[in-house]
């Protein structure tokens, strides 16, 4: 028989595992999701979302232990801290002064943000559990109209599984670069500042573009950012090295039986030899985006990548090497490590969202942390007709995100601009 | 839209923290040099600076909201001990902190985690971890007497005897919890 009082824990997810070691002031590793509702947000009820969300998906409801070779999760009996916004968004998640979580709400305004430390969950299952504390927001804030939703729960099925383990080819063959990537060149903002810029894009207009050129929305907004790095930075500094995109991919779409809410995601490295492939307009470097997207996006590519990392983190020698160890060495190589990519775009595409609360929200956002190697992460995702792509830096200069929108209003796209500040004078919001 | 707030605040209370810390480098600094120049053949600035230093540990420490009980009072159990050791070889070196002040300190600790287990003993596996390094420490008066190193083996032999009971009492009350804290924390 079961102990009542016994603690519940878990292992990390093969993934998981190399963030609580890579982490700190400079490498957060936190993600974030945000909400623009369309009426002030009331932290009361906010709290009160939060606890109900937490009670359905438990997995959240975890503080992060020390072990002698690994970290571990365990049961959090205490409540989440709600605050209002303050501080840069992504920073790392003190979290003994966050009641222990590894996630943090805060709420400006008629926002409501949610910061993840991504040794939790990965983007997709981070945004499932965002979505259910919007949900329960709006029904507590709005009881009369949602009087049926507040008697009845919506039912959520999930695992904590590592489905890496699970699924991962041990015959496969990395496929990883051992390229190094160009590196972001300029000055960094000071005070520990993140400039947070997002490009309100009019999706009806950008689809029609993308299907004019044959490709993906995820291909063309690639291909302008690569070309924006290529035109703004790489060009001025005189690169050598290729621009390398990262594009996580969410592998539940190639494993659909899985159903972890733990991480289970990988990713895509484009390699745009500028120089040597010559591609010095934005249409050669679409078209090498479309091609190097159909050679990489494949379900052998990713597997491959994938089982690559996981081989890596069931590797018998560095199981048994202790955490501080581990520890030492991950972050005394991690800024080598971080020099394989130049910057990394995730687009989590639709946020579906039931009929009846849609009135209640504009639009949601998404950021990454960016990171002293990787100095500008950028990231989408859709509501409605809305994509917001949004650019975290930490580079004292947004000429990458000024070009990047005025090509898109080159194209006859309407982009309205957004932004903590940070960086404003130098950004045009006039459309 | 009004997406952030406009002024964004550091975090202060890291701010004051290095401020403090940074004032008080420099008063024991100060107090090195007043020491020198006052009475330099008394040196009664390393103790006010070893005093420093361990209200720095201890403050720190409980500034980190959320402490667990049990780690805190091993915490305090190395750093007093640490402390009185520092105190007796300045002072010439008498024994008192290895006869008297280890196992005082030993004796009060264990007594502690034998209350805080019984008081919380539905909690007792936040505390378990902690539990086995209070006893590894505990070891230390057994270590000093087998070394021949205590004048006075008494107090000794009762701290040596009542972590042992405390160890015991853990085992026989706890040791699934014990066990598996120790699974968890060596998990490969």
Redesign the interface.
């Known amino acids: 028989m079961k102990k009542e009082n016994k603690l519940y824990w878990r292992r990390l997810d093969n993934s998981a595992k190399i963030f609580p070691i890579s982490a700190g002031k400079k490498y957060s590793t936190v993600f974030r999701f945000s909400a623009v509702l369309k009426e002030e947000i009331d932290p009361e009820s906010l709290k009160q979302a939060v606890i109900l969300a937490l009670k359905k998906y438990k997995s959240f409801k975890v503080r992060m232990k020390l072990g002698v070779f690994w970290n571990y999760f365990e049961d959090n009996p205490k409540d989440p801290i709600i605050e209002e916004e303050k501080d840069y968004p992504c920073k790392y998640i003190d979290y003994k002064r966050n009641n222990n979580y590894l996630f943090k709400v805060t709420y400006y305004d008629q926002k409501i943000n949610i910061d993840i430390f991504h040794s939790l969950t990965d983007g997709n299952n981070g945004n499932l559990f965002f979505r259910e504390i919007i949900y329960n927001y709006i029904e507590l804030t709005h009881p009369k109209e949602f009087e049926e939703e507040l008697r009845t729960t919506r039912k959520v099925e999930y695992t904590t599984e590592d489905s890496y383990m699970k699924n991962y080819d041990k015959s496969a063959k990395s496929n990883n670069s051992s390229q190094k990537a160009y590196v972001l060149k300029g000055e960094k903002i000071r005070l520990a500042a993140v400039s947070a810029i997002h490009e309100i894009i009019d999706t009806n207009e950008l689809k029609a573009l993308c299907q004019k050129e044959d490709c993906t929305v995820t291909q063309y907004l690639s291909a302008v950012l690569i070309y924006s790095i290529y035109e703004e930075n790489y060009k001025k500094n005189n690169g050598e090295k290729p621009i390398k995109l990262c594009i996580p991919v969410n592998l539940k779409k190639y494993f659909p039986n899985s159903q972890t809410i733990s991480n289970f995601f990988s990713y895509i490295t484009l390699e745009a030899e500028m120089k040597k492939d010559n591609l010095n307009t934005f249409e050669k470097i679409l078209d090498f985006v479309k091609k190097d997207f159909k050679k990489r996006l494949t379900e052998e590519e990713i597997i491959k990548t994938m089982s690559g990392n996981v081989k890596l983190g069931n590797n018998p020698f560095i199981r048994v090497v202790p955490l501080f160890l581990k520890k030492a060495i991950v972050r005394l190589s991690y800024l080598e490590i971080r020099k394989y990519t130049t910057i990394t775009f995730s687009n989590v595409g639709r946020i579906g969202i039931i009929g009846k609360y849609k009135p209640y929200i504009e639009c949601f956002l998404m950021l990454i942390a960016p990171e002293p190697v990787e100095k500008i992460k950028c990231s989408a995702c859709t509501f409605e007709d809305k994509m917001v792509f949004t650019f975290t830096s930490i580079l004292n200069d947004n000429s990458i995100e000024k070009r990047f929108y005025e090509f898109l209003k080159e194209q006859g796209i309407k982009v309205e601009i957004e932004s903590n500040g940070v960086l404003d004078e130098f950004i045009s919001t006039k459309n | ?6 002024k ?4 202060k209370t890291d701010f004051i923290i290095k401020i403090a810390i940074l004032i008080s480098f420099f008063v024991g600094v100060g107090l090195v040099f007043i020491n020198r120049f006052t009475t330099p053949d008394i040196k009664w600035a390393g103790y006010c600076n070893a005093g420093i230093v361990y209200v720095w540990i201890t403050v720190l420490y409980a500034l ?3 402490v667990n009980i049990a780690s805190h009072l091993f915490i305090q159990m190395v750093a007093l001990s640490a402390l009185c050791v520092y105190f007796d070889i300045r002072l010439g070196f008498q024994a008192w902190s290895i006869n008297l002040a280890i196992p005082m300190i030993v004796i009060i600790i264990n007594i502690a985690m034998v209350i805080l287990s019984i008081a919380s003993y ?2 007792y ?2 505390y378990a971890f902690f539990q086995l390094l209070i006893a590894l420490a505990s070891l230390v008066p057994i270590f000093l007497i087998y070394e021949n190193l205590v004048n006075d083996k008494t107090l000794s032999i009762v701290a040596s005897g009542i972590s042992g009971l405390n160890l015991l009492m853990s085992l026989i009350f706890h040791f ?1 919890d014990l066990k598996e804290e120790i699974i ?5």
């Open positions: 839209m009004n997406l952030y707030p406009q964004i605040n550091a975090k980190n909201k959320n539905s909690n596996m936040r699934k968890r924390k060596f998990h490969i």
